[in-house]
């Protein structure tokens, strides 16, 4: 199983990015994938997952109306587009995947066994 983030990078407020999570190595439609975010010194923080087969999605309230997840099951990829960023969206930030019932994504991080290297999301102000 391998999950490999990519997109990250240095962007000023108020700015787009969008990340990439290639999954390969599970069945995708059988699993969720979500995304969280870890600044220096705090806690791993759940931002959003998606249910690949059904398209269900998960959002926290801190990035709500801001990101958006989508998947394109052809390629077994997780995307988060991002805009409007804030210096407070700094952080790395990972996928992760788990198995899950249809209709359904978890923001518990343990629902997830398979986790990505992360990629660095820096915002300026």
């Known amino acids: 199983v391998q999950l490999v983030e990519s997109g990250g990078g240095l962007v000023q407020s108020g700015g787009s990015l969008r990340l990439s999570c290639a999954a390969s190595?599970?069945?995708?439609?059988?699993?969720?994938i979500g995304w969280y975010r870890q600044a220096p010194g705090m806690e791993r923080e759940g931002v959003s997952c998606?249910?690949?087969?059904?398209?269900?999605?998960l959002y926290a309230d801190s990035v709500k109306g801001r990101f958006t997840v989508s998947s394109d099951n052809a390629k077994n990829t997780v995307y988060l587009q991002m805009n409007n960023l804030k210096p407070e969206d700094t952080a790395v930030y990972y996928c992760?995947?788990?198995?899950?019932?249809?209709?359904?994504?978890?923001?518990?991080?343990?629902?997830?066994?398979?986790w990505g290297q992360g990629t660095q999301v820096t915002v300026s102000s």
């Open positions: 998606i249910s690949p087969s059904d398209g269900i999605t």
């Open positions: 992760a995947a788990g198995p899950t019932p249809h209709y359904y994504c978890s923001a518990d991080a343990s629902d997830y066994d398979y």
């Open positions: 190595g599970f069945t995708f439609a059988d699993y969720a």
